[in-house]
């Protein structure tokens, strides 16, 4: 079994880069063959565009998922995107560390995302969702936030955390993973804690053994429900008595009769 874990933290001394090293002990405990992808640590660029392809399909005009596909088919993909892919199809179960940065993930992840998942090798048209490359993986976020719990609950003042990571964790879900429910500590490191007021601030002993628990129970923890693909019709609207579980999908309210 493989456990790959992806570190997007500038700092490996912080809150993020102890608990992706705490997951490289605890899944290596396991019997997990683990590896990691420090985003800074290995200078990842996020930035996605021509300076990147030697080979081009339109050397005029840069689209960038005409130029993943050409380049995956011709098996030019550039390397520290090629190893990536490696390392994703290569695992069982795939670890995110990252901390919540304006209500997203920081931008070297996003640009990580951008890159990785390549048109034509990670997903096309008839590969994604149920039918994604990833499927049979599982993923997990382990995410830190700043503000506090009660601050980042469904009523806080910062919006309920679960609804910011929604966004991020979908694309894993289009690549065919199965999702867990994410990790999510509260009151780290943020500005209660520079300004030194205590606004549920948590201890990094606490949220570690918090955080083993869940490695350790992982296989048992609830998947992020998601739509099937047969709850979409032809013009991919979600037909009338499916579920719905993304809070971005909605059955219309207009709509005389679906
Ligand atoms: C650029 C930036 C943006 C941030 N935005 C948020 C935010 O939107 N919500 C929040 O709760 N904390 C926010 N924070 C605080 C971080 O989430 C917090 O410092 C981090 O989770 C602590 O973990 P670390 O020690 O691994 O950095 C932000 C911090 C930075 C540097």
Same mark, same amino acid.
């Given at each position: 079994m493989k456990a790959h874990i992806v570190l997007a933290h500038p700092e490996q001394k912080s809150f993020n880069g102890h608990l992706s090293a705490t997951s490289q002990r605890i899944l290596g405990n396991q019997g $997990?063959?683990?590896?990691?992808?420090?985003?800074?640590? #290995? @200078?990842?660029?996020?930035?996605? *565009?021509p300076q990147h392809y030697s080979s081009r399909k339109d050397s005029d005009v840069f689209h960038v998922q005409t130029e993943q596909r050409f380049n995956a088919d011709n098996e030019t993909i550039p390397s520290d995107v090629?190893?990536?892919?490696?390392?994703?199809?290569?695992?069982?179960?795939?670890?995110?560390?990252?901390?919540?940065?304006? $209500?997203g993930m920081p931008a070297i992840l996003?640009?990580? #995302? @951008?890159?990785?998942?390549?048109? *034509?090798?990670?997903?096309?048209?008839?590969?994604?969702?149920?039918?994604?490359?990833?499927?049979?993986?599982?993923?997990?976020a382990c995410v830190t936030t700043g503000a506090s719990e009660d601050n980042c609950a469904h009523n806080g003042r910062e919006g309920d955390t679960h609804l910011h990571l929604w966004p991020i964790l979908f694309p894993f879900r289009y690549l065919g993973f199965d999702v867990l429910e994410p990790q999510i500590l509260h009151g780290v490191g943020g500005v209660a804690f520079i300004e030194g007021h205590d606004d549920g601030l948590s201890t990094i002993?606490?949220?570690?053994?918090?955080?083993?628990?869940?490695?350790?129970?992982?296989?048992?923890r609830p998947l992020i429900k998601y739509n099937a693909d047969s709850d979409f019709d032809g013009a991919k609207r979600l037909i009338a008595g499916a579920p719905v579980h993304s809070p971005f999908v909605r059955h219309n309210p207009k709509a005389?009769?679906?």
């Open positions: $997990f063959q683990t590896t990691l992808s420090d985003l800074y640590g #290995m @200078d990842f660029d996020p930035r996605e *565009g090629s190893s990536e892919m490696q390392r994703l199809m290569d695992c069982d179960l795939l670890v995110v560390h990252f901390p919540l940065w304006w $209500f996003k640009g990580w #995302m @951008d890159r990785v998942f390549v048109y *034509g090798r990670m997903y096309r048209s008839v590969m994604r969702y149920d039918t994604g490359i990833c499927s049979g993986k599982k993923m997990i002993e606490t949220y570690t053994n918090r955080w083993i628990e869940t490695l350790d129970k992982h296989s048992t005389v009769s679906d």
